[in-house]
């Protein structure tokens, strides 16, 4: 059977309660197969309103290889990138060094709001002022990789599934309240 890169661009209410709240996420993209060649997703970056995704995976000769999709915005068209307009992501080592971290847990809001989101024990993602104080879980996960988009009205995630085989990308509309 033939793999396929399965690219997912539909909107999906799904709706938690948070300490009485209603949170968004919305999936963005769905990358498998070829797309990740059996490999992680190891950095999500906004650049302004567009949500960069790099996944690394293991060549033939040992060496890790960087590939880079970019997702313009919610109900737009994912695109697989040749390379970065503003470099890579993340450094790649040399052949035989281990394989690069595949879930930073936290992730730093813009100056403005002085915030923090980061992904706990459990995958839950949470929000706190930048020194932890007054931190809320937001949305049940299992998530990773939390990365603010720069107005800081939503966060970007990803999730590993079918034991890394698959990963799903997904955004999460910030709660007014963590936005001032």
Known sequence: MRR??????????????????????ELVATLSGPAIDGGIISELL???GTLIIQSAAMQADGALAPRYFA?????MELRHLRELPFGRLICFSRKGSPPPYDGEVW???????????????KGDLWIARADGANAERVIRGPFTLPAWSADGHLIAVAERKDGGKRWDISIVHVPEKFRK
Not at 8 to 21: N, P
Not at 71 to 75: K, S
Request: no cysteine; charged share 15%.
């Open 46 to 48: 906004w650049d302004g």
């Open 71 to 75: 997702a313009p915005g919610p109900h």
């Open 107 to 121: 992730a730093w809001s813009a100056p403005e709001l002085n915030r923090i989101a980061y992904v706990d024990g």
């Open 4 to 25: 396929a890169l399965t690219l997912v661009l539909i909107g999906i209410a799904w709706t938690a309660s948070v300490t009485a709240q209603k949170l968004d996420k």
